[in-house]
């Protein structure tokens, strides 16, 4: 099959002496970016792998896209995804899935599926995809590239359409450590339009400059937890990276995170919740397919009738789920439970993260999964988020850096650092490291 | 007690309110567009007000000050922080199917506004006052024009976004008048705070809920406390559509007096949603045994809370119509009729003051409150719409208050042609020739008068003192009425008593 990387490949020139923000001496000149399709770019489509918004094209630039622009870069396409960032596989998009160029006939991971392979396939030197539960280290881990999830607030929002908006953050992709890192210095920044930015700058001269490889007396803390549900494998392949800090001054021990056991039942309760509010805005009165049932002027009918044609089987789950965890009656039952069990989970991770400078785990437990395989088992796809999900919970940083490959299949493994809030610069410090072999 | 045996006399209305009043800002609450709704449609708008995909709401200061001052004004609670809440529901003016609102902790709670029915004080009780957004507006085109019988529905979108105060009372209201009276003091102390602007159409929504009960349900002697049972128990209806206070008070007239018809007959009311048809003068049934509706709140996490407890200390409101009414009774000796008058709105009262200091009260208040408010009230006019020419009534007055003209030309001729055809007092008087006749004219017209009526003086001299106001109308035509008629009739008895 193609490798299906973009939905939209159409180009918009750093160099273009028609772009007036580009700066043909930014930091990004002459770099490419691959952006996936859920980021709001003005005049290219932005269909957030939906039928429901293949016609939509925003008036307006995200935030990170202005960035991007005037950094120089050269964006090269929107990248496939799962609809809405709803997968971890890049299968539930509308426009078919993407191969994943480290493991052909395999999945990219999702939900920024088409961002990863953009740059494991070289189609771009960089990209960006958001993570709302792991949809960036997820495709990284299993493309083999380095995925970064900034802490919440240090990336804006606006302009990125919106699937669990309290736990989400745009994000950037690299070949490298080095490369997701400068990447992730011209987005990074507080921005009047998203009230929930803060000012945090690194506190050396860049994220890029973190990456040294520095990890002489690092402290790693390795839950327990986060290793339970892990393939033998990827287990396996962890322990060697773990080895190899170790080997370059790296301390480790191991750490207790008890409430994560909780927390994939919490992270899809508040996410589906958001979900349900967040989507309903595509009620055809100004996107989605023209309704062909004919209903008579019928409001509710009108609007039901073309979220039933517009959304796939995925979202409308998430929808429904989500609206029954907000209903009168439900609404302690799930939806307050599960930002108790957000709250236990971030003070589990200020603990862990007292006595170690940084988290480390398997990105996903499993390596990745054929074309076809997950999609029929819901449950299956959402246990595979166990490992990602609790760090959108807390609203930490982590990165996903290769840890070399699988010794039963060969297939990619990915190794997660998570840090304290506006940590950056220690997960960039660290997972240099394991590029220095 | 069974509907039937219930007579009307035994009968007790209950009203509650929820007042949507927006807010008089520049911009919208979540974005920088303009609230000027005059313009052509969907000019004011932009991503955030059109709840564009990945578009992000940021709170407009301005709107969270405004509604501070009326936290303030009506003696509310105001929390440490504030936040906002989704409200989830389907409708084609809500760009977003949500409206971002206040939930469980709303920046006014528990407070209240004194009325005076009647010439009886009572204090009705504001149990919260929220922040929200307004949706957009939608207009029916073709067909029957209704929102039914249109043949289409364009969609506004400049409305959207618009800072709304959503005002809950208790249910404290025992009639309509009443409730016209607190409508008519809540414009007026909104309108004080420099938060709300009365002329933009649509800038004041009220919904009531209205239910009848049965008297002996009342616990105590205070009327304004009824039994949480009692009122659960009646079904109440909720009339939406009303506009104004005088709107308020005749939908709610007409309801009333429908329900207890309905119950005198035997009938029972139902629980339902009605619309007050303005033209029509009556409310019609809009949803009968309407569902609970499950708005599925939940946090806005687009919105960090605000912290504003030091914003009480630090906004500062004005002094409130009521407080300054009573101030004018005291310190200008005005009766209470003349003081509502003077600070029926603060542009007014404001004027007042800048006179009175000048001139006599009394006089500033004879001119300002019966003089310019009736000439503007006749013409339609509001103070706002001369607000630039105040200083040429001020010198108007002056004109009277320095004896230069009389005060009934003041009124008739130069207040009217200055509000009919724009020109100032002194050039009416000038033109018209106004100013008072000087002394020695009038003297000499006295004499004159006396001369050429020696009946009139004979009449006068034999006991005759009516004859007086005849020899008054001759000198008056002779200086051709700018003298002043009480100075003339002085002037004939001393020359004639010589």
């Given at each position: 099959m193609a490798a299906n990387i973009f939905i939209t490949d159409e180009r918009i020139e750093g160099d273009d002496t028609e772009n007036e923000d580009a700066d043909a001496d930014g930091p990004l000149a002459g770099r490419t970016v691959a952006v996936k399709d859920n980021i709001s770019t003005k005049g290219v489509a932005t269909t957030c792998g939906s039928a429901m918004l293949e016609e939509y094209v925003p008036p307006y630039d995200a935030t990170v896209?202005?960035?991007?622009?005037?950094?120089?870069?050269?964006?090269?396409?929107?990248?496939?995804?799962?609809?809405?960032?709803?997968?971890?596989?890049?299968?539930?998009?509308?426009?078919?899935?993407?191969?994943?160029?480290?493991?052909?006939?395999?999945?990219?991971?999702?939900?920024?599926?088409?961002?990863?392979?953009?740059?494991?396939?070289?189609?771009?030197?960089?990209?960006?995809?958001?993570?709302?539960?792991?949809?960036?280290?997820?495709?990284?881990?299993?493309?083999?590239?380095?995925?970064?999830?900034?802490?919440?607030?240090?990336?804006?929002?606006?302009?990125?359409?919106?699937?669990?908006?309290?736990?989400?953050?745009?994000?950037?992709?690299?070949?490298?450590?080095?490369?997701?890192?400068?990447?992730?210095?011209?987005?990074?920044?507080?921005?009047?339009?998203?009230?929930?930015?803060?000012?945090?700058?690194?506190?050396?001269?860049?994220?890029?400059?973190?990456?040294?490889?520095?990890?002489?007396?690092?402290?790693?803390?390795?839950?327990?937890?986060?290793?339970?549900?892990?393939?033998?494998?990827?287990?396996?392949?962890?322990?060697?990276?773990?080895?190899?800090?170790?080997?370059?001054?790296?301390?480790?021990?191991?750490?207790?995170?008890?409430?994560?056991?909780?927390?994939?039942?919490?992270?899809?309760?508040?996410?589906?919740?958001?979900?349900?509010?967040?989507?309903?805005?595509?009620?055809?009165?100004?996107?989605?397919?023209?309704?062909?049932?004919?209903?008579?002027?019928?409001?509710?009918?009108?609007?039901?009738?073309?979220?039933?044609?517009?959304?796939?089987?995925?979202?409308?789950?998430?929808?429904?789920?989500?609206?029954?965890?907000?209903?009168?009656?439900?609404?302690?039952?799930?939806?307050?439970?599960?930002?108790?069990?957000?709250?236990?989970?971030?003070?589990?991770?200020?603990?862990?993260?007292?006595?170690?400078d940084v988290l480390a785990s398997p990105t996903m437990p499993v390596t990745p999964f054929e074309q076809g395989e997950s999609l029929d088992d819901p449950l299956q796809m959402y246990l595979a988020d166990a490992n990602t999900v609790p760090v959108n919970l807390a609203d930490l940083p982590a990165i996903s850096v290769p840890a070399g490959e699988s010794d039963a299949d060969g297939l990619p493994v990915g190794l997660q650092l998570v840090g304290p809030a506006f940590g950056e610069e220690r997960l960039i410090r660290a997972a240099s490291a394991l590029e220095f072999e | 007690m069974t509907a039937q045996t219930v007579q009307q006399g035994d009968l007790v209305t209950v009203i509650g309110l929820e007042v949507h009043v927006q807010l008089e800002t520049d911009t919208k609450i979540f974005c920088g567009c303009s609230t000027d709704q005059t313009d052509e449609p969907n000019e004011n708008v932009c991503p955030v007000c059109l709840g564009l995909p990945g578009a992000l709401p940021v709170l407009n200061e301005g709107a969270v000050e405004a509604a501070v001052k009326i936290g303030k004004a009506i003696d509310a609670d105001i929390p440490e922080e504030t936040r906002f809440h989704r409200k989830n529901y389907y409708y084609p003016d809500l760009p977003k199917n949500f409206q971002i609102t206040q939930y469980d902790e709303p920046i006014c709670a528990d407070g209240d506004l004194e009325i005076s029915v009647e010439g009886e004080r009572r204090t009705v009780t504001i149990e919260r006052a929220h922040l929200e957004e307004d949706p957009g507006s939608l207009q029916h085109v073709g067909g029957g024009g209704g929102i039914d019988s249109a043949d289409y529905t364009l969609v506004n979108y400049n409305r959207a976004g618009t800072p709304l105060m959503e005002v809950v009372t208790a249910p404290d209201f025992r009639s309509p008048g009443e409730v016209r009276a607190f409508l008519a003091e809540l414009e007026e102390v909104l309108e004080y705070l420099g938060v709300f602007d009365a002329?933009?159409?649509?800038?004041?929504?009220?919904?009531?809920?209205?239910?009848?009960?049965?008297?002996?349900?009342?616990?105590?002697?205070?009327?304004?406390e009824i039994g949480e049972e009692a009122l659960a128990a009646a079904n109440r209806t909720e009339v939406k559509n009303i506009s104004s206070h005088k709107g308020a008070e005749k939908a709610l007239a007409y309801e009333e007096t429908r329900q207890k018809n309905a119950i005198q007959r035997g009938r029972a009311v139902e629980q339902e949603t009605r619309h007050w048809d303005e033209s029509r003068g009556i409310t019609v049934s809009m949803r009968s045994k309407e569902e609970e509706k499950d708005y599925r709140y939940f946090e806005e996490a687009d919105l960090p809370p605000l912290r504003v407890s030091h914003w009480k200390d630090e906004i500062s409101i004005p002094e409130l119509p009521s407080a300054r009414r009573e101030r004018f009774q005291d310190e200008y000796t005005l009766s209470e009729e003349a003081a509502s008058k003077l600070t029926s709105t603060k542009q007014v009262a404001d004027f007042y003051e800048d006179v009175a200091q000048e001139f006599d009260p009394d006089l500033a208040a004879t001119w300002v409150a019966d003089n310019l408010l009736g000439e503007l009230n006749y013409r339609d006019m509001e103070i706002t719409g001369i607000e630039s020419r105040l200083?040429?009534?001020?010198?108007?007055?002056?004109?009277?208050?320095?004896?230069?003209?009389?005060?009934?030309?003041?009124?008739?001729?130069?207040?009217?042609?200055?509000?009919?055809?724009?020109?100032?007092?002194?050039?009416?008087?000038?033109?018209?020739?106004?100013?008072?006749?000087?002394?020695?004219?009038?003297?000499?017209?006295?004499?004159?008068?006396?001369?050429?009526?020696?009946?009139?003086?004979?009449?006068?001299?034999?006991?005759d003192d009516g004859a007086i106001n005849f020899l008054v109308g001759q000198v008056m035509q002779k200086t051709g009425g700018s003298a002043d008629p009480g100075d003339v009739n002085q002037l004939l008895r001393a020359e004639l008593n010589d």
């Open positions: 896209i202005s960035r991007l622009k005037e950094a120089g870069a050269t964006i090269v396409g929107k990248a496939n995804m799962d609809e809405f960032g709803m997968g971890s596989t890049t299968e539930t998009s509308a426009f078919g899935p993407t191969d994943n160029p480290a493991a052909p006939g395999h999945v990219p991971g999702g939900s920024s599926g088409g961002s990863a392979a953009a740059v494991a396939a070289g189609e771009a030197d960089l990209a960006l995809g958001s993570d709302t539960g792991g949809s960036i280290r997820c495709p990284a881990a299993f493309c083999g590239v380095v995925g970064i999830k900034p802490t919440y607030g240090l990336v804006s929002r606006y302009g990125l359409v919106a699937y669990g908006n309290s736990l989400e953050q745009i994000g950037p992709f690299g070949e490298t450590v080095e490369d997701a890192a400068a990447l992730l210095d011209v987005i990074a920044g507080p921005d009047e339009r998203d009230a929930t930015t803060r000012d945090a700058a690194p506190d050396g001269e860049s994220y890029a400059a973190a990456a040294t490889g520095d990890v002489d007396g690092l402290t790693i803390g390795v839950p327990t937890e986060l290793l339970e549900g892990a393939d033998e494998d990827v287990v396996d392949t962890f322990w060697d990276a773990i080895a190899d800090l170790e080997a370059q001054g790296a301390e480790y021990h191991e750490v207790s995170l008890p409430s994560v056991e909780h927390a994939v039942e919490a992270y899809y309760v508040i996410a589906m919740s958001e979900a349900s509010s967040n989507l309903a805005r595509f009620d055809g009165v100004r996107y989605g397919p023209e309704t062909e049932t004919e209903t008579e002027g019928n409001w509710n009918e009108t609007f039901s009738q073309v979220r039933k044609d517009g959304f796939g089987d995925e979202v409308k789950r998430r929808i429904l789920l989500g609206t029954y965890a907000l209903s009168a009656g439900y609404h302690d039952k799930y939806y307050k439970k599960a930002q108790d069990a957000r709250a236990w989970v971030k003070q589990d991770f200020d603990e862990a993260l007292s006595e170690a | 002329e933009r159409d649509g800038s004041l929504r009220i919904d009531a809920n209205l239910s009848i009960i049965p008297e002996d349900e009342i616990e105590s002697d205070d009327v304004t200083d040429e009534v001020t010198r108007l007055v002056e004109l009277v208050a320095t004896d230069e003209i009389t005060a009934k030309n003041a009124r008739e001729t130069v207040l009217r042609s200055m509000l009919d055809d724009g020109r100032t007092p002194d050039e009416v008087v000038a033109e018209e020739g106004l100013g008072k006749t000087g002394e020695d004219e009038v003297q000499q017209a006295v004499v004159e008068a006396i001369d050429e009526n020696p009946d009139a003086v004979a009449d006068y001299e034999s006991g």
